[in-house]
């Protein structure tokens, strides 16, 4: 029996391969198992290919291996268009339907079943997917009870009622070839988990800290947070408006700001462009305003389906003038739930608009984890309001010792003010000379001096002793992580993951300033990140950066290389 195990399947529209992959997490996070499933498309609306690949594991949550243990096919056309998310190795099981094509070499224990004539003797010519679910309970050894209390008590899963004949004609397939043991060990906790997208987790997680309405244009890959939040936001309980293009949804955040009201935006880069102009008037207006930029492949439209992390320089720098926002990115589902939370109380706290860089692997991978950390009791904090009723000579913007003012309610009796992206006195009306210029500079510029303090938003792994250091951010981290544990070298280098990026926390300098080679890891063309820090730090002069663009996930073996140089 094994603790873990990778399984792929690809195939063309229709197919229900993603389907097939999601029930079959589903059934597993019911037995305790936890799990990875990052999601395959290619860049078209509909139909097309599409592809899954889901790690499944019975002691803790681990990515899915750069080889598949077993591969499902149902189109080889296909398989061609996913083949580097979907390598191939000598001990791979392929389960396949059609003839190979050129291009394609079959590892030894290779098998031809013919789903589509199997489920079309079970009533439905659409239910291959649902065989080879079958087929594939069987080869992991989920027991049958466990399945049929799975269908019991999950709504999902209570479509494979209706497909019982097809479940089952697939696991008689199963007894028709002689597979290898590759039996999955039983999960060591038998709790069932829960089976969260990044955007899904980021949508409760806004709800959590108290965001009652949301305005956004739907975009690939952050469109499920559209879906999940107006689920929480339907009858009465908030207000959830698709807007007609993302400046609308932008504006429309900062309205329902001003009135008192936690408010939230999702987009993606070409989004996130067209938001710019708003972004600069909560910054300067000192608004509070939560954007959450589900990254994918640029420039411009780029590649809509897959993962980049290349809006770094706009998040941090985008827009004319100086205006000062916060940039946190998560690099895993706990930290998607956590920051968003801790993003609307930097929002609410400091009064700036805080930008949430998340990616199409984070948002659109689903995972299989105990709900533990949905559970912690995390501080929610509420925006600085005037002490008491206040009267007609109300400051909006009055000069306090932490350069934060108390913001009232629009509609409040006795705080009038005006709110303009103009340069503005204290009581907020506009003013245009140099010395209130520089005074709103340095008042919306040193308020958040204080984040630079947030250690906990920094974290650091391995042997923090070591003078060999990685820094990373967002999803790579993820398999950086990892690849330093294949090599063996998790005691022997230091991995700094700075999840509050701008501005940049002391502890990063602190990292840096201890460490003498020094590798730099980020999923962009022109090194980003590394690029921000040596506008920031010092960097050691031994300093390699190792950046390419997106389009395909990083890999163990892919990162093992420069990771191994540098700690030679």
């Keep these: 029996m094994r603790d873990s195990i990778t399984v792929g399947s690809v195939g063309a529209g229709g197919d229900g391969v993603v389907v097939m992959g999601s029930l079959l997490q589903k059934l597993a996070a019911a037995q305790g198992y936890f799990s990875q499933m990052p999601r395959y498309y290619g860049a078209q609306i509909r139909g097309g290919g599409s592809a899954i690949k889901i790690s499944l594991d019975a002691a803790h949550l681990s990515l899915t291996k750069d080889v598949l243990d077993i591969l499902v096919c149902f189109s080889w056309e296909k398989y061609l268009e996913f083949k580097p998310e979907l390598s191939l190795g000598a001990d791979t099981i392929v389960i396949y339907e059609g003839d190979p094509v050129d291009g394609v070499s079959l590892p030894k224990s290779s098998f031809q079943i013919d789903f589509s004539r199997i489920s079309q003797e079970t009533g439905s010519a659409r239910n291959k997917n649902i065989v080879a679910l079958g087929l594939l309970n069987r080869l992991l050894s989920f027991p049958k009870a466990g399945i049929m209390r799975a269908v019991e008590s999950d709504a999902e899963l209570k479509l494979l009622k209706s497909n019982i004949a097809a479940l089952e004609a697939g696991e008689r397939a199963f007894k028709e070839l002689s597979l290898p043991d590759l039996s999955l060990s039983p999960a060591r906790d038998k709790s069932p988990k829960i089976v969260l997208q990044g955007n899904e987790i980021m949508a409760r997680a806004a709800i959590r800290a108290g965001c009652r309405a949301y305005f956004g244009y739907p975009i690939t890959p952050a469109a499920e947070i559209m879906q999940e939040i107006q689920g929480h936001l339907s009858a009465k309980k908030g207000v959830y408006i698709q807007a007609e293009d993302e400046i609308a949804a ?17 987009t993606s880069g070409p989004g996130l462009d067209l938001m710019t102009e708003c972004i600069g008037l909560a910054s300067s207006a000192e608004i509070p305003m939560v954007v959450i930029d589900v990254q994918r492949g640029g ?28 940039v946190m990115a998560p690099y895993d589902l706990e930290g998607c739930y956590r920051l968003v939370i801790e993003g609307f109380n930097i929002a609410e706290g400091f009064q700036v608009p805080v930008l949430l860089l998340s990616d199409q692997w984070l948002g659109q991978t689903s995972t299989a984890v105990s709900d533990e950390f949905m559970k912690k009791n995390y501080q929610i904090i509420e925006r600085k309001k005037p002490a008491g009723q206040a009267s007609g000579d109300y400051l909006r913007y009055q000069m306090t010792d932490d350069f934060i003012s108390p913001m009232s309610v629009a509609g409040d009796e006795g705080a009038i003010y005006q709110a303009t992206g103009l340069t503005h006195k204290e009581n907020g009306r506009p003013a245009f000379d140099f010395k209130t210029q520089q005074s709103l500079h340095e008042k919306r510029w040193e308020k958040l001096i204080p984040l ?16 060999k250091g990685i820094i990373t951010w967002g999803s790579s981290a993820l398999v950086v992580l990892d690849a330093l544990k294949s090599l063996g070298l998790q005691d022997e280098v230091k991995v700094c993951v700075p999840e509050l990026i701008y501005p940049l ?16 890891v980020e999923m962009n063309y022109s090194g980003q990140l590394h690029s921000y820090l040596r506008s920031q730090l010092q960097l050691p002069r031994n ?26």
Excluded: C, W
């Design 505 to 520: 926390p002391e502890m990063v300098g602190r990292f840096i300033k201890a460490t003498k080679r020094l590798l730099v």
């Design 250 to 266: 932008a504006a429309m955040t900062i309205g329902a700001s001003l009135v008192g009201t936690k408010s939230l935006t999702g």
């Design 299 to 326: 420039a411009s439209t780029g590649i809509p389906s897959k993962s980049e992390q290349s809006d770094l320089n706009h998040a941090i720098y985008g827009g004319h003038g100086d205006a000062p926002r916060v």
């Design 543 to 568: 300093t390699k950066l190792y950046a390419r663009a997106g389009g395909r996930p990083f890999s163990r073996e892919e990162l093992a290389k420069p990771i191994a140089k540098m700690a030679r």
């Design 452 to 467: 630079q303090q947030r250690d906990e938003l920094v974290k650091v792994f391995g042997n923090e002793a070591s003078t």
